[in-house]
Nanobody, 123 residues
Framework: QVQLVESGGGLVQAGGSLRLSCAAS????????MGWFRQAPGKEREFVAA????????RYSVAVNGRFTISRDNAKNTAYLQMNSLKPDDTAVYYC????????????????WGQGTQVTVSS
């Protein structure tokens, strides 16, 4: 069982930046593809970004491509989501997730989920 703990959320003005972190409990962190998802009030959870085990390949949703960057540090068992040029539409609870492969992230069926961290972007 992998435990994932997100941090770094908060309130930011439009145009600002935040960096989310996702700390994993397992030394096997490097064997998992990682992903970030978000869920806004009244909306379904949606895919945001994914990264392969080694960090050599990434994928993004159209909504965040060019503004958000996913990365990972396998030595620290941590994944990150750098969010720049934030918009009010980015307001949501952000979740990290671990999967056996990136395709599971893209299919929104990862094996493990974090509890989420709130991001609020004011206009």
């Amino acid at each position: 069982q992998v435990q994932l703990v997100e941090s770094g959320g908060g309130l930011v003005q439009a145009g600002g930046s935040l960096r989310l972190s996702c700390a994993a409990s397992e030394r096997t962190f490097s064997t998992y593809a990682m992903g970030w998802f978000r869920q806004a009030p009244g909306k379904e959870r949606e895919f945001v970004a994914a990264i392969t085990r080694g960090g050599d390949s990434t994928r993004y949703s159209v909504a965040v491509n060019g503004r958000f960057t996913i990365s990972r540090d396998n030595a620290k068992n941590t994944a990150y989501l750098q969010m720049n040029s934030l918009k009010p539409d980015d307001t949501a609870v952000y979740y990290c997730a671990a999967a056996d492969a990136v395709v599971e992230v893209l299919r929104m069926s990862p094996r493990y989920w974090g509890q989420g961290t709130q991001v609020t972007v004011s206009s």
